[in-house]
């Protein structure tokens, strides 16, 4: 009881006293017992290493998984380092004086590793014991006292001061105990005889020989010596030495010599004789690789040697003689295994390979890897190396312990994941290597915004579409990987006239598909932008605008309109009278009409549809002009009806109608030759008011004339830099053909009100050939646009505003050939030109091109022949 109460009082101990923990350059170092139970309280482990209690699970804090058993193990909820099964000292650290259990820890977020070590104290759990229970010795009676007789020693696992410490022997009056120091430190026990033997008296002597410890209390071990007194053969065979030392490499083959072992017998015959054979109690690994010449002495391997197995062995050899009673010599072979570089290097990994962010920084930890070598030495030393095509190094923490870091640019677009190739050598020679592949993922950042498949895109899109069918779809691609691919489209918020651009178009934020909210109409708007934003869903998000131009092209969608007789409606009456005296090419009156439609589709001709007499009357085709075509008779009827036509060349064909009704009247005089009477008739009265007039007006007329001289110098002067006179300077670029020397001048301030065409070979004279519009157009005067699917002239949009009658082309030459191009900014930025060449009525080719802008819209001519005329409008 007292024994049992000691011991609880050690455990105690040893739990509250032996817990200890130091912290010496950085590393920390406990202190426990061994045996401790499982969940014992190493240390604060959180605590020592700074660690919150929320790092312990949001940075998964753990002990790394290495080969064998897991001996500790980390508390998840308090931090804390806890025994997690059985600690033998003697078995992990044997007869080692110091047993230090190296321990790595594990945090993660960012990944980092520490190098902990647990040193396990010694308790004296064993006790000192025999490998035999009773040891028998034959000794002859006649040996002279003084003869020592080597023993068994007594094996303790404990070390320190519960190592073994001592023997002692039982009482006897003819043998003592002595101890002979041996080369590993440790003490043998000898007998010695001390009383000369008398087998007739007594043949069988009994002894108990004890070993103790020197624990606290101490704890003993003991073995029975029996000792057979024999008759005479006074000589024992003795071995050159007590200790043979051999070494033999690790890879030495089976029959390699090991040692000669030399014994003498002073006797003779029989009784000096000598056969060598291994000791009793040799243990079995010895006699498995080892055998020994019984005649010669000479021992051999029989097996193979492991330097990581077993590193040395301890042999007793026994040599005995042939007489009676047999005498026996003792030595003892210690035998050292060299160790030779047969273990190639193994890579271990301590932790899983974590993912890397494309972004992070050099240095990162990645992976923290172990290297082993179960040789020593310098066989044992491992290098482990990168290569260096890839972005990651190798940076040795402690004891072959390395961590893989970051050591590059990462680019997960080019490379989403690298298979690296760590090669681990050894210094052995040669040297032994092998390879581990060590596989680490990028994650994706997002750092690719979308990009557009075109940097604009131009829409071509007729009047009068259906509400809600497609106009066109966008499309955009991100080089990212997941959510950071995916893209939304939205249209930002800008102006087209005064209204916001949403509420005529909408678009599919999926698939960028832009959709018409209603139907367009070309008399009202002709062109307009539509900025699309591509955006993926990283954090922080990435986006790229684009711009949609959308181009409205006209379509004969308007009937032309009367406007004059202002009187007349659409089909309705229109009276005039005429004088039956009227000659041919009498002008009744004049029809006029105006179309909303551009292009082909506002060119208004005239047709005499019906007549009470077609014979009388006519209609100028172009200028709704209505005249006789004859004089009139006395046979013709006093009422006549004309239904005029009024018809545009768009496809269909829109036409509309108005009635003439035309009152033949006897003595109606033409009120032009009234006029003239009236103004022939003299009056003296006016004379002198006459006079005045004239004085005026040839004053104004000189004072007009110099300002018309002094605006035609100034036109001269500026014509040489901007081509314009007619109007201010406009914001154009001229363009010169090299073959013909030719320009184009455009006047865009508003409404363009001509096109001067100044062209001509390098040796003849300049020829200038203008064409002024009318003032009065309300829209613009050009508009250029690709048309959708052909190049005729009819479905290319190039009209001169018709909303005047007498807005009409003329050409007057057989061949004129024209390029026009027009520049149509985009929000004060750069626009998108188009230029178009046009010979007679055929359109020879249109082209686009980017354009840059100032404030003002630009028109850039990019080529111009003209052929032996000039075009002018009426």
């Known amino acids: 009881p007292s024994n049992r109460v000691s011991l609880v009082w050690r455990a105690l101990c040893c739990h509250y006293f032996f817990l200890l923990w130091i912290t010496a350059n950085g590393q920390t170092r406990y202190s426990i017992p061994e045996e401790l139970n499982q969940g014992s309280v190493v240390g604060n482990l959180a605590k020592d290493l700074g660690l919150g209690l929320s790092d312990i699970f949001d940075r998964k804090l753990r002990v790394a998984a290495e080969a064998g058993k897991q001996y500790f193990s980390v508390d998840a909820g308090k931090g804390e380092l806890v025994v997690n099964d059985r600690i033998d000292r003697e078995a992990l650290c044997g007869q080692s004086a110091s047993c230090v259990l190296p321990l790595q820890i594990v945090v993660e977020n960012p990944l980092r590793s520490h190098r902990i070590e647990v040193e396990i104290k010694d308790t004296n759990d064993n006790s000192p014991r025999f490998l035999t229970d009773e040891i028998n010795l034959k000794i002859p009676e006649s040996v002279a006292t003084g003869k020592r007789f080597p023993l068994e020693s007594a094996e303790d696992p404990d070390v320190g001061s519960n190592s073994l410490k001592t023997y002692s022997l039982s009482r006897n009056e003819h043998f003592s105990l002595k101890f002979k120091d041996s080369k590993n430190s440790k003490a043998v026990p000898e007998l010695v005889l001390e009383k000369p033997l008398d087998r007739e008296r007594n043949a069988l002597h009994r002894l108990v020989l004890t070993a103790l410890d020197g624990g606290n209390p101490a704890t003993s071990g003991t073995c029975n010596i029996v000792i057979s007194v024999l ?112 273990n190639a290097p193994e890579i271990v990994l301590t932790s899983k390979p974590s993912s890397v962010r494309e972004d992070a920084p050099n240095g990162t930890v990645v992976a923290l890897i172990t290297a082993r070598d179960l040789d020593s030495s310098e066989n044992a030393r491992v290098a482990l190396l990168v290569p260096k095509r890839y972005p990651f190094t190798l940076k040795a923490s402690f004891s072959n312990n390395y961590e893989l870091l970051t050591s590059g640019a990462l680019d997960r677009e080019k490379f989403s994941e690298y298979n690296i190739e760590i090669t681990a050598t050894d210094s052995g020679s040669p040297p032994l290597s092998s390879k581990k592949i060590i596989p680490v993922s990028i994650t994706d950042v997002n750092d690719n915004p979308p990009v557009f498949t075109q940097p604009s895109y131009n829409v071509y899109l007729k009047e009068n579409g259906v509400p ?110 005429m004088p039956r005296s009227a000659k041919a090419g009498h002008l009744l009156t004049k029809v006029t009409a105006v179309d909303a439609d551009s292009g082909h589709n506002a060119w208004i001709s005239y047709r005499l549809a019906e007549a009470t007499d077609a014979s009388l009357f006519t209609v100028n085709q172009y200028t709704g002009e209505v005249r006789t075509k004859r004089a009139v008779s006395e046979q013709d009827d006093s009422s006549q009806r004309l239904l005029i036509e009024i018809k545009d060349d768009g496809e269909p064909i829109q036409s509309s109608t108005v009635t003439v009704s035309v009152l033949l009247e006897d003595g109606l005089h033409e009120p032009i030759l009234d006029l003239r009477q009236k103004i022939a008739e003299p009056s003296q009265k006016s004379g002198r008011i006459t006079l005045y007039l004239i004085v005026s007006l040839a004053s104004v007329s000189v004072l007009s004339l110099l300002t018309f001289l002094i605006l035609v110098v100034k036109c001269i002067r500026n014509s040489r830099s901007s081509g314009s006179c007619c109007m201010r300077r406009s914001d154009c670029d001229d363009y010169k053909n090299p073959n013909r020397n030719l320009q184009i001048q455009l006047n865009t301030d508003g409404p363009i009100k001509y096109v001067e065409v100044l062209g001509g070979d390098m040796m003849s004279q300049s020829q200038s050939f203008r064409s002024c519009m009318s003032p009065m157009s309300e829209y613009s005067d050009f508009t250029l646009i690709k048309p959708s699917s052909t190049t005729d002239f009819k479905e290319v949009i190039s009209v001169l505003d018709a909303s005047l009658p007498d807005s009409t082309w003329t050409f007057e030459s057989q061949q004129v050939t024209l390029s026009v191009c027009l520049c149509e900014c985009v929000c004060g930025k750069a626009g998108v030109g188009v230029c178009l060449n046009i010979t007679g009525w055929e359109v020879e080719a249109v082209h686009q091109w980017r354009c840059g802008c100032t404030k003002r819209s630009t028109l850039s001519p990019s080529s111009s022949t003209v052929a032996g005329g000039h075009a002018m409008t009426e």
């Open 231 to 342: 008759d005479n053969n006074d000589n024992f065979p003795v071995f050159t030495e007590n200790e043979y030392k051999v070494s033999l490499k690790e890879n030495s083959t089976k029959g390699s010599f090991v040692v000669k072992l030399t014994a003498t017998d002073a006797d003779e015959g029989l009784n000096g004789e000598v056969t060598y054979l291994f000791g009793a109690r040799t243990p079995e690994n010895v006699l498995t690789n080892f055998e020994i010449n019984e005649r010669t002495g000479e021992m051999f391997l029989k097996g193979t040697l492991d330097y990581e197995s077993n590193k040395s062995f301890l042999i007793d050899i026994t040599a005995k003689d042939k007489g009676t009673p047999e005498m026996e010599g003792h030595c003892r072979v210690q035998l050292d295994v060299e160790d030779i570089n047969d």
């Open 468 to 577: 809600g069918s497609i106009l066109y779809s966008v499309s955009a691609s991100d080089l990212d990987f997941g959510e950071n691919a995916k893209i939304s489209y939205s249209i930002l918020d800008s102006k087209v006239q005064d209204v916001s651009v949403s509420s005529y178009v909408y678009i599919n934020s999926d698939n960028g598909s832009i959709y018409s909210m209603h139907s367009f109409d070309y008399e009202k708007l002709k062109v307009f932008q539509i900025r699309v934003q591509a955006k993926d869903q990283g954090s922080p998000s990435l986006s790229s605008n684009t711009t949609v131009h959308v181009f409205i092209l006209d379509q004969n969608d308007n009937a032309p309109a009367v406007i004059y007789p202002s009187s007349a409606a659409l089909g309705s009456l229109s009276h005039q009278r």
